[in-house]
């Protein structure tokens, strides 16, 4: 199973941008698709956005269409999330998650590996 750790969360005022990043390690990277979910305070977990095994496809909530990208460096084990114009309401903390199998696009129920979370906080 793979094992997953986020960075790059912080403070930004909202229109700002930031930039998350998850490393995987302990199995082959090439072989899950990955994800980015979140959960506001009293809010259920949500569907970000997800990338391929070759980071040829992506899939993204519409929420979040247009101004966030989500991509994946195959060399570095590493899967991004670019976030541009945040607004308050993307405040939450921000989970990476690996999917193994050949299904795509991927239902949450399949993504069976999650890191610890990364707190964005968007300050109006």
């Known amino acids: 199973q793979v094992q997953l750790v986020e960075s790059g969360g912080g403070l930004v005022q909202a229109g700002g941008s930031l930039r998350l990043s998850c490393a995987a390690s302990?199995?082959?990277?090439?072989?899950?698709?990955l994800g980015w979910f979140r959960q506001a305070p009293g809010k259920e977990r949500e569907f970000v956005a997800s990338?391929?095994?070759?980071?040829?496809?992506?899939y993204y909530a519409d929420s979040v269409k247009g101004r966030f990208t989500i991509s994946r460096d195959n060399a570095k084990n590493t899967v991004y999330l670019r976030m541009n114009s945040l607004k308050p309401e993307d405040t939450a903390v921000y989970y990476c998650?690996?999917?193994?199998?050949?299904?795509?696009?991927?239902?949450?129920?399949?993504?069976?590996?999650w890191g610890q979370g990364t707190q964005v906080t968007v300050s109006s």
């Open positions: 998650a690996a999917a193994y199998g050949r299904r795509w696009p991927v239902p949450t129920r399949d993504f069976g590996s």
């Open positions: 990338t391929s095994w070759s980071g040829g496809s992506t």
């Open positions: 302990g199995s082959t990277f090439v072989n899950y698709v």
